[in-house]
């Protein structure tokens, strides 16, 4: 197979290889097809990627075969264009240019000008009847060379350009004439030598091979490495070599070089959107060595801008552009990123490739091109990046809006928010409940928080990770939370606090920007999501188009209505416990934790029952016709005890028992490991009362609004943390006897499944004996994976980057699902189960739900549905439309 592809000119090639990305790169192959479609594209060749990899394997040699396949695609080139590499009549220079398969910005190497020396600079001359321009090409290529090839700091050229300028008292390059740039070239030449020890290579073909070797080398830099870590790129893959005809957008007022894209990335308008600049080359662009202009009049209109766009200067190349645009919109189906260079008035194209884009952007332009006819739905579904529509979940800063910013923390919890700052979770809820907006600032949040981070607008926490408590909450309120802010102290006797350098008290205003991690000082203004339009129309094609259903975690009726505007299709997981913290019926709890036998239990346990029905029944008004798993009570007890001495007085008071008699009740129950000790299923065994309580209200509030409303949801009761299949079937015959118990009572019946969370190992090893006493599986993935990999996600975020960034786990697991590992439990479990019991309803409630690349793994695995947070809940259902595709 070939080492070397033409293209341009008369170049054909019936060769798939020509034109695959693997092969040519990304760049060479969208030369090669621009080509071929008929676009003006300088004629040139590609050396393959496979040739890169044999060259940094094999000790930077190349072989005779690619010698004399490059010197027969420089004929093409010179055939095409009639000049000669290293003619002093009439010279062909060339650019050398990297090209990996994906686009690697700014990452490797480029040389322009090529085969440019003493003698061919005279030919450039005379062939452009313009000194000034020759020069200005030679003294470019000698800077870029160095730089590239040679390895001199450029900085020296600079410096030597600025002090040229200086002594002629010039400002711009554009006043440098030909005899200004001839004298440079000299200067440049001798810092070359003084820097090497050698002279700079005049011969044009060991330019060609060096710089050939450098954009090979590149692929190795440093800088590159970095990049392909980040951005999970296979280090062997290797990048192609393209060389290309120079085309001059240095060659006077009718020349010019810019960038464009065909349609504005940042919203996704269909107007064409970029920069250009008269009399230039395309480093000048990028670099910022010269302010870019508008590229079209409308664009240098708004902007207020006065010198002419290109529209407007160079009318004829602008319309040959815009037609351009159209062509390629046309081919590729997608908005292209273009580089182009007009040299003398005839425009030229140097590049093409998807432009990358906002996520509302995304949205506009997927719709827009379903309706134009490019895509159909289905390929606009696979276009969004389901991660993306985060940004547009949310309301967000203002982006014009000047910040002044405190400190940075991590960014747990997308959005933004302003408020006052508030230290505790009461003073929280008090200023909530009469209108304030308030910020919760916590060194660390616990369960009991919980209250007051619902009444907050934003939460700030001094210490936990991107998984803390605090995190995954507000994920699930939909409340930004930045975590982890170490420059955060607070002092609460004085109810003062430091952030960063600034000295601030409860009351004073900030604003978080959870997206970013960032914590301002102030007020700063918030633009409202827009979940309509687009955004509606592509989520209707993705529903179309997903098998799985999508539920979502919600315990209040606020986030259950909220998912079901998402579109959420039932509740995944309901946690009975958050319901336990409210702060009229922590008394309750306290006193059925510290009873001390099962009549002061159930006396306690009585109060909290129509609580708890209303609870259910507010949820159930609101999911009424759906599923709703509804989890029994789950955490350790002594998480609900009493710790401040208030507290203790308080209940002393409603107990009848003394303060110190209470202190040891709450000390025995300390536990070393709650995570592993007496919680879930384990509470239930030992006190069923409890159990019996919430089935109990469960139950009755079904049948209340089954008859207020006609229509009952079904509720699937789900018992925590089993291991054994003895363990459910104790607390299913207790559920169903509570059941049958209601269900005489009220005179009605209604649907309900009874099943487990599968959250340990044993769980899924023996999920076909399970399953005997289980109408479904919900798999609890985040307790699942802290079971499995022995890690604890309330400890693992001192040593979870450091492991992701050497590369012991790929991603963050408590984040993304370790479909090799934990995978294995999940696919086994989900096998047995059915084997067992066919029509067992699976689903999956951890945070992963709202992952997608996990979401692709619970496809595969053939689960029922997903669960994820009321915010996440349309990121769920694109990719589960995409996992189905
Ligand atoms: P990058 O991948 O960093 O964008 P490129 O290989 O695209 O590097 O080169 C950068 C710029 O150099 C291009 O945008 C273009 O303006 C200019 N350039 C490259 N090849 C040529 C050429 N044959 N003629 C004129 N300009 C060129
Ligand atoms: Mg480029
Ligand atoms: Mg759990």
């Not at 959420?568 to 958050?578: F, M, N, P, V």
């Not at 609870?615 to 599923?627: K, N, S, T």
Request: negative net charge.
């Amino acid at each position: 197979s070939n080492s070397v592809y033409t293209f341009g000119g008369t170049a054909k090639s019936d060769d798939p290889r020509a034109k695959d990305k693997t092969i040519t790169g990304g760049k060479g192959a969208n030369l090669a097809e621009m080509a071929e479609i008929g676009l003006p594209v300088p004629p040139g060749f590609t050396i393959t990627t496979e040739e890169c990899v044999k060259y940094l394997a094999g000790g930077s040699d190349f072989s005779d075969t690619l010698r004399s396949n490059v010197a027969s695609a420089l004929q093409h080139i010179e055939k095409t264009v009639g000049k000669t590499f290293g003619s002093k009549d009439d010279p062909l220079l060339v650019s050398v240019r990297s090209g990996a398969r994906v686009s690697m910005p700014g990452m490797m190497d480029t040389v322009l000008n090529l085969g440019l020396n003493d003698d061919t600079v005279a030919g450039l001359a005379a062939t452009s009847g313009d000194e000034r321009f020759a020069w200005d090409s030679y003294r470019r290529f000698i800077q870029m060379y160095a730089d590239v090839v040679l390895g001199v700091d450029h900085g020296l050229f600079e410096e030597a350009l600025e002090i040229a300028k200086e002594d002629k008292g010039f400002y711009a390059d554009t006043e440098m004439d030909a005899e200004d740039w001839q004298a440079l070239v000299t200067e440049y030449k001798s810092i070359v030598e003084q820097e090497l020890g050698h002279s700079f290579p005049l011969d044009v073909n060991e330019q060609l091979w060096g710089a050939i070797s450098a954009v090979f080398d590149s692929w190795d830099a440093d800088r590159a490495k970095v990049y392909r870590r980040l951005n999970d790129i296979p280090s062997d893959w290797g990048t192609a070599v393209n060389v290309q005809a120079m085309v001059f957008g240095n060659m006077g007022d009718t020349s010019a070089t810019g960038v464009a894209f065909t349609r504005d990335p940042a919203t996704g308008e269909r107007a064409y959107y970029g920069e250009y600049l008269i009399n230039a080359q395309g480093e000048d662009v990028v670099a910022g060595i010269r302010t870019p202009q508008y590229l079209t009049k409308a664009a240098r209109e708004a902007a207020n801008a006065k010198p002419l766009s290109m529209e407007e200067a160079m009318p004829e190349a602008y319309e040959e552009l815009a037609r351009v645009f159209d062509l390629l919109e046309r081919h590729y189906r997608d908005m292209q990123d273009i580089e182009f260079t007009v040299q003398e008035g005839v425009l030229w194209m140097l590049q093409t490739r998807s432009g990358k884009r906002t996520a509302k952007a995304a949205l506009k332009m997927a719709v827009e091109m379903v309706g134009e006819g490019l895509i159909d739905e289905r390929e606009a579904v696979l276009r969004i990046d389901p991660m993306a529509l985060d940004q547009l979940l949310h309301p967000t800063l203002d982006p014009d809006a000047p910040r002044n910013i405190l400190t940075k923390g991590l960014p747990a919890s997308p959005g933004a928010a302003s408020g006052k700052i508030v230290l505790d979770a009461d003073m929280a809820e008090q200023l909530a409940a009469r209108g304030d907006k308030v910020i919760l600032v916590r060194v660390e949040t616990s369960p009991e928080d919980i209250h007051g981070m619902h009444a907050a607008q934003g939460i700030l926490t001094a210490r936990g990770g991107m998984t803390s408590h605090a995190a995954v909450v507000a994920r699930g309120m939909g409340r930004p939370c930045v975590s982890g802010a170490s420059q955060v102290s607070i002092d609460l006797k004085t109810r003062t606090l430091k952030i960063g350098d600034a000295d601030l008290k409860e009351g004073d205003t900030i604003t978080l920007d959870g997206a970013r991690g960032e914590v301002m000082a102030g007020l700063v203004p918030t633009v409202e999501p827009e979940l309509v339009g687009d955004f509606g129309t592509l989520m209707v094609w993705a529903d179309a188009h997903r098998r799985m259903r999508v539920r979502t975690n919600a315990e209040t009726p606020d986030d259950c209505r909220m998912a079901r505007q998402f579109g959420a299709e039932g509740i995944g997981l309901c946690r009975t416990e958050h319901m336990f913290f409210d702060a009229r019926r922590i008394s309750a709890v306290r006193q059925m934790i510290l009873a001390e036998d099962e009549a002061g239990r159930r006396k306690a346990l009585a109060k909290l029952l129509p609580e708890q029905r209303d609870d259910f029944r507010q949820i159930f008004e609101v999911m009424a016709g759906l599923p709703c798993t509804i989890r029994l009570l789950d955490p350790p007890l002594h998480e609900f005890l009493p710790t401040a001495d208030a507290d203790f007085a308080d209940l002393a008071d409603v107990t009848q028992l003394g303060v110190d008699h209470l202190k040891r009740r709450a000390a025995e129950l300390h536990e070393f490991n709650p995570m592993l000790g007496h919680r879930g299923c384990r509470l239930g065994i030992t006190y069923p009362e409890i159990y019996e309580m919430q089935a109990r209200a469960i139950f009755e509030a079904a049948c209340d609004v089954a008859e207020s409303s006609g229509e009952a949801p079904v509720p699937e009761i789900m018992i925590p943390l089993v291991a054994s299949r003895r363990e459910l079937q104790i607390l299913k015959i207790l559920v169903d006897r509570v059941a049958l118990q209601v269900f005489a009572d009220r005179g009605r019946s209604v649907d309900y499944l009874v099943g487990t969370m599968i959250e340990l190992p044993r769980a899924a090893l023996m999920a076909g004996e399970i399953a005997h006493e289980a109408k479904f599986f919900s798999f609890g993935t985040n307790d699942l994976t802290q079971t499995t990999l022995g890690v604890s996600r309330d400890d693992s975020a001192r040593f979870l980057a450091p492991y992701v960034e050497k590369g012991i786990f790929p991603r963050d697991p408590f984040v993304s699902l370790d479909i090799d590992g934990v995978g294995q439990l999940v696919r086994m479990a989900a096998d047995r189960g059915r084997e067992t019991f066919s029509d067992i309803k699976l689903g999956i409630c951890g945070e992963h739900g709202g992952d997608p690349a996990s979401i692709e793994f619970c496809e595969e695995v053939g689960l029922d549905y997903v669960s994820a947070s009321p915010y996440r809940v349309p990121i769920a259902r694109l990719a589960a439309a995409q996992a189905s595709l």
